[in-house]
Nanobody, 117 residues
């Protein structure tokens, strides 16, 4: 069973930045497609960004230009740099693993990000 632990959430003023981290216990982390999702209060979970094992990235339209996903395979870690934060970015952010490039099979517990106006 692969475990994921997120960190880096918190309370930030609008316009600010923060970086989320997600550490995986998987031994073959470098082969995984990694992703970030979020769930805002009263809303469904939504896809935010993903990075393939080769480093290819894709983003939700709502975060393009402000969010940057990256990975460090030596540290079994995926990151999400978030800039120009908006109050509507307030959500519970969690990372996920797609080990076979087919479905998101493992999920972390998440980290709360709150953006004040």
């Amino acid at each position: 069973q692969v475990q994921l632990v997120e960190s880096g959430g918190g309370l930030v003023q609008a316009g600010g930045s923060l970086r989320l981290s997600c550490v995986s216990s998987g031994r073959t982390f470098s082969t995984y497609r990694m992703g970030w999702f979020r769930r805002a209060p009263g809303k469904e979970s939504e896809f935010v960004a993903a990075i393939s094992r080769s480093g290819g990235k894709n983003y939700a339209d709502s975060v393009k230009g402000r969010f940057t996903i990256s990975r460090d395979n030596a540290k079994n870690t995926v990151y999400m740099q978030i800039n120009s934060l908006k109050p509507e970015d307030t959500a519970f952010y969690y990372c996920a693993i797609d080990p076979c490039s087919s479905s998101w099979d493992f999920w972390g517990q998440g980290a709360q990000v709150t953006v004040s106006s």
